[in-house]
């Protein structure tokens, strides 16, 4: 009889140290890997704003902050949407023809009805964009990489025949002053990407939508397992995705004052880099939005920099190519050091 | 007929007794409806535009064919595996370049054997991002797509490369009968791919790690190893596509194939190979590259805008995904991330 008590002691003895030291080592893996996302961004954001500052001539000139704010802010509110997509475990390959798609039509009604209901036109057809690339990933359960990829050719075509090929210029002053204006000597778009960033940031940190979306990136099985509904979830990702390059769409409108459907190739490679470079994982489970918002600026900074040394825009590729690499080691190096925490040095 | 099912259905051989001519006609329709696809697409824009049917025409849809199918060869043995590669484009402007670059030094073999080793090294690189720095397939090959890319302009200077070597472009060019020597290559090609992938263990590795690269692993399957050289095969794959391409164009540039990646994958998935890996149909892949290249003629010959193709290309990507999704249900995707 007092024997098996004490065994029970025992066990339950055992049970707790247990726990006591899976605690510790979670607490040590999440120690380990918020260091490791934030050298990530803030090493390289540090380096090369000062081979800027020392390496490259007037790269602290009015004109040139102003430019590299408004260019930051401009990839940080699309890559915004993609940060939320990407938390959960999804991907949008669709954001650069979405944009496209988007100041195409900006383009278009602001000439034909003004410039409020040009706006939201614009920022409308994006979202019925996001809103279809939802639906198909939601409803037909194609994986997500596969059906942003075929949407990213049928939204640029959409792009190229909405414009028939032709680039359309923006006769409205009032609109291609917004990128161009500033307050209290901020741009407008950089006063916009931090108040949206804000908000997106809100809703991912201190929201239930946020828990539940981060929950999904982890693991969606689980998710759905504890009541969370996932598509509702992965839906408004997505529409979100497609909003914010709706929003971007009609900034880098109002800058470039003429666009046409081949405008914004390429740039899901941006947002995606950006994104894994602010910390936010591959595998889901984890969004950052001021690792996002800082690391658009040092692309800015990145491709600033290049322009005024003169080095061809090819070399920019080669730049982001290396970019998207180095994050995506940072991020896999992340992962296994949490790994290591948990299982020791074994394997 | 037996050995066209045979190559993309090995199992129902077995099971399905021929017994009766109809009944193995039924069965094979209804495997291969794609087939059935596209001879009725040829046939009804043939009957709309008669000059659907000229030797010309027939002969661009196969050159178009052979482009994507000889490419797509190298996609389905990486899809089988439940891999993915988007840099196609890249390694094509990449190899095609090279070719075009050592023409007038050197031998026409001599450039086709660099322009296959440049698209095999090309994939080792991705082969080892993906399976040393551990990077999900698709993103570490959207990386390098613009690595690539962005090589080929510095190699460049982002102008022209012509190709001038009349030799060179009867090679790519001619044809027997009104079979053109890249299709011809295409049909050699297809029968290689079917025989690596349900012939030798290499394949059968890829077969196992497609399904269940955990399981194949346990079973001391060398995965890594696997990996790495399946990359390197889709590269050589992309870089022949690439040849015959630089001699078709009699040029070649960094743009020249841009976006084709999703032609390629669409090709493969639309002949039945179902993206969670684990089982690919070679045959199916060939016919899948037939349908989008009569698809794109037929828009063409239609006088549809070419803008269009864009729209056709996705959206037939995507049912073709949603309706072996709604087969398979609740199967989760390999190779998303």
């Known amino acids: 009889m007092l024997d098996t008590s004490k065994a029970q002691l025992d066990a339950v003895a055992s049970i707790e140290h247990e726990r006591e030291e899976s605690a510790r080592r979670g607490a040590r893996a999440a120690r380990r890997q918020s260091l490791l996302q934030k050298l990530g961004i803030i090493v390289p954001f540090a380096l090369v704003l000062l081979a800027g500052i020392v390496l490259v001539p007037s790269f602290l000139s009015a004109s040139n902050i102003t430019n590299m704010l408004v260019n930051g802010a401009i990839l940080a509110i699309t890559a915004y949407g993609m940060t939320m997509v990407i938390a959960l475990r999804g991907i949008d390959l669709s954001v650069g023809s979405s944009q496209a798609v988007a100041a195409c039509v900006v383009a278009v009604s602001v000439n034909a009805w003004g410039l409020v209901p040009g706006i939201l036109s614009g920022i409308a057809a994006a979202i019925v964009l996001g809103l279809l690339n939802g639906v198909i990933v939601t409803k037909f359960r194609v994986p997500a990489f596969i059906a942003t990829l075929a949407t990213l050719g049928i939204y640029r075509g959409v792009a190229l025949l909405f414009t028939d090929g032709a680039p359309v210029m923006i006769t409205d002053t009032a609109f291609r002053s917004i990128a161009t204006s500033s307050l209290f000597g901020i741009p407008v778009p950089f006063i916009l990407s931090v108040l949206v960033g804000a908000g997106f940031w809100f809703v991912l940190e201190k929201m239930r939508f946020g828990k539940h979306l981060v929950a999904v990136g982890g693991s969606p099985e689980s998710a759905t397992d504890s009541g969370i509904n996932v598509k509702r979830i992965q839906l408004i990702a997505y529409i979100a995705a497609g909003a914010t390059a709706g929003l971007a769409g009609v900034l880098l409108a109002s800058q470039l004052g003429s666009v046409n459907g081949s405008l914004s190739t390429g740039l899901e490679l941006q947002a995606i880099a950006v994104v894994v470079l602010g910390g936010t994982s591959m595998a889901g489970g984890r969004g950052n939005i001021v690792g996002t918002f800082l690391a658009s600026l040092l692309l800015a900074m990145i491709n600033a920099g290049l322009n005024l040394l003169n080095v061809p825009s090819f070399y920019q590729y080669i730049a982001l190519g290396v970019l998207l690499v180095f994050a995506l080691s940072v991020d896999s190096a992340q992962r296994a050091a949490v790994r290591r925490v948990f299982e020791g040095r074994v394997a | ?337």
């Open chain 2, 1 to 337: 007929m037996t050995t066209t099912s045979a190559i993309t259905e090995p199992e129902t051989t077995r099971t399905a007794p021929t017994s009766s001519v109809t009944s193995t006609i039924l069965s094979f329709l209804s495997h291969q409806y794609l087939v059935v696809v596209v001879a009725v697409a040829f046939i009804v824009v043939g009957l709309i535009k008669p000059s659907f049917f000229g030797a010309g025409n027939i002969q661009n849809i196969l050159f178009e064919t052979a482009f994507v199918g000889i490419a797509a060869c190298g996609m389905v043995l990486l899809i089988t595996a439940g891999l993915l590669d988007l840099s196609v484009a890249g390694v094509i402007a990449v190899s095609a370049i090279a070719v075009g670059t050592v023409l007038p030094y050197t031998n026409i073999g001599m450039a086709i054997l660099l322009a296959v080793v440049i698209g095999a090294i090309l994939g080792l690189v991705n082969g080892l991002l993906v399976t040393y720095v551990k990077i999900a397939p698709f993103i570490a090959t959207l990386g390098t797509l613009y690595l690539f890319l962005g090589a080929s302009f510095i190699w460049t200077g982002g102008k022209v490369v012509t190709v001038t070597s009349s030799n060179f472009r009867a090679l790519t060019t001619d044809s027997i009968g009104f079979l053109p020597y890249p299709f011809l290559t295409l049909i050699v090609l297809a029968v290689l791919t079917y025989s690596l992938l349900y012939r030798t263990s290499f394949g059968r590795t890829l077969r196992a790690m497609g399904s269940n690269q955990r399981a194949a692993e346990l079973a001391g399957m060398r995965v890594n190893q696997s990996k790495v050289v399946v990359f390197m095969v889709a590269g050589a794959c992309f870089a022949l596509a690439g040849v015959f391409m630089a001699g078709r164009l009699s040029s070649a540039e960094a743009n020249m194939a841009t976006g084709i990646e999703m032609g390629v994958i669409a090709a493969v998935v639309v002949g039945g190979t179902s993206l969670r890996g684990g089982r690919g149909t070679v045959f199916g892949t060939v016919i899948g590259a037939m349908l989008f290249a009569v698809l794109s003629k037929s828009l063409n010959m239609l006088g549809v805008s070419s803008y269009w193709q864009y729209i056709v290309t996705g959206a037939v990507l995507v049912i073709a995904v949603a309706v072996g999704a709604r087969r398979r249900s609740a199967a989760e995707v390999r190779g998303a991330g």
